[in-house]
């Protein structure tokens, strides 16, 4: 469900200050009231848009040189200092301070699924006013060049499904106006900074890298509606913060967190998809999961979870699909016996369960992990206020 973000859907917000866009690609209408223009058109320039494209001009060719397979021909195209015409680049129309056409600038490169091999190159940062950047679904490997915090109008950055290595890249927290970060599926190591979490990021995935460490403390603090952690080696506890302000989807699964569901999760108002899948997470689960009133999807599978499934988790409304299979619950309520019935998807197998089909042998269930652990709970004597969470 993860959100998919399109050039063609963006791209207004590139054109807002453009009454014609000069593209490499193929004419398409957008929004915003500006207009694709196929092919490349040579358009009158004032000296600054001159200077801008020539600069342009240098960014691309030193970034040619750097790219050692193209088995599809995209930089056929990138010849002549006529950069509005190269394959996979976009360019606007520019306005001054007056509100008047200033000229082309290149305003967005999108070469995914063009199989390029190479590296990136520091001059790229001389693209100052790009928006986008696009380049899932290449074979880009290296490190990304510091200069790329110089990327003062940039508004996306995909970097995913490419060969990218190294610590997590740092300089992308100085580019001001980030709001979508992809760098999944990628050999990025080690921790993941702080800082990220403090960025104004709408969508941030991380997904599928070798991210290490314990998860920063304050990861609440993001705005983001999407945040993707999974598919990587992160350990220690889930962090709680009194942030998540308007989260929607956020996945843990498949690292190796371990602790348990904080009880602190109820906060997460907007949420709708939670998977803390294929870890080692221990305990009962929270009460407050009944206050996720909008939750469709909840996936705790593959950990080491105990206790009864209570009805406050089945009996939310909008739940499409909820997963507890191979943990060591002991019991399901009755709002969860009736599951079936409404037709949300449930699987709670590999549990230990009597009298229930594909559970756990007895002697698995003699021993239940993290018997001793202290979650914290509200007592059940007291029922529940969502909102004084």
Request: aromatic content about 8%; some cysteine; overall charge negative.
């Amino acid at each position: 469900m993860e959100n998919i973000w399109l050039l063609a859907f963006l791209l207004p917000i590139v054109v807002t200050k453009a009454a014609i866009i000069v593209g490499g690609g193929v004419g398409v209408g957008v929004g915003g009231g500006g207009v694709w223009i196929g092919g490349g058109i040579n358009t009158p320039t004032t000296p600054t848009a001159s200077s801008n494209l020539n600069r342009a001009y240098t960014a691309l060719q030193a970034w040619k040189s750097a790219i050692t397979d193209d088995p599809t021909g995209v930089t056929k195209s990138w010849a002549g200092p006529n950069v509005c015409s190269y394959k996979g680049v976009f360019c606007s129309e520019s306005r001054d301070f007056m509100g008047n056409p200033a000229g082309p600038v290149v305003a967005a490169i999108d070469l995914n699924h063009a199989n390029l091999q190479g590296t990136l190159v520091k001059e790229l940062s001389f693209l100052t006013d790009l928006s986008i950047f696009h380049l899932n679904t290449n074979r880009f490997t290296g490190i990304i060049p510091s200069s790329f915090r110089d990327f003062s109008s940039l508004t996306e950055l995909d970097l995913s499904n490419n060969q990218f290595s190294g610590p997590f890249p740092t300089q992308v927290l100085y580019i001001p106006n980030l709001v979508y970060l992809d760098l999944r599926f990628n050999t990025f190591s080690g921790p993941v900074p702080e800082d990220l979490f403090n960025k104004k990021l709408d969508a941030i995935f991380l997904n599928n890298n070798l991210f290490d460490g314990e998860l920063p403390q304050n990861l609440g603090n993001s705005p983001a509606s999407v945040i993707n952690l999974a598919n990587n080696r992160f350990t220690g506890t889930i962090p709680f913060s009194l942030g998540y302000v308007g989260i929607k989807e956020i996945l843990f699964l498949n690292n190796q967190l371990t602790g348990c569901v904080p009880q602190g999760i109820g906060m997460w108002s907007d949420l709708q998809v939670l998977d803390v899948s294929s870890n080692s997470l221990m305990g009962h689960l929270p009460d407050s999961l009944s206050c996720l009133s909008g939750i469709e999807v909840l996936n705790f599978a593959n950990n080491k979870l105990s206790g009864e499934l209570p009805d406050l988790v089945c009996s939310l409304r909008r739940l499409l699909n909820l997963t507890v299979a191979a943990n060591f619950f002991s019991g399901l309520s009755q709002d969860c016996d009736r599951l079936l019935f409404r037709n949300v998807g449930f699987d709670f197998s590999l549990n230990c369960i009597p009298g229930k089909d594909m559970q756990r042998p007895e002697p698995d269930c003699s021993i239940v992990p993290g018997g001793g652990l202290s979650c914290l709970r509200i007592p059940s004597t007291k029922p529940l206020v969502c909102v004084g969470l």
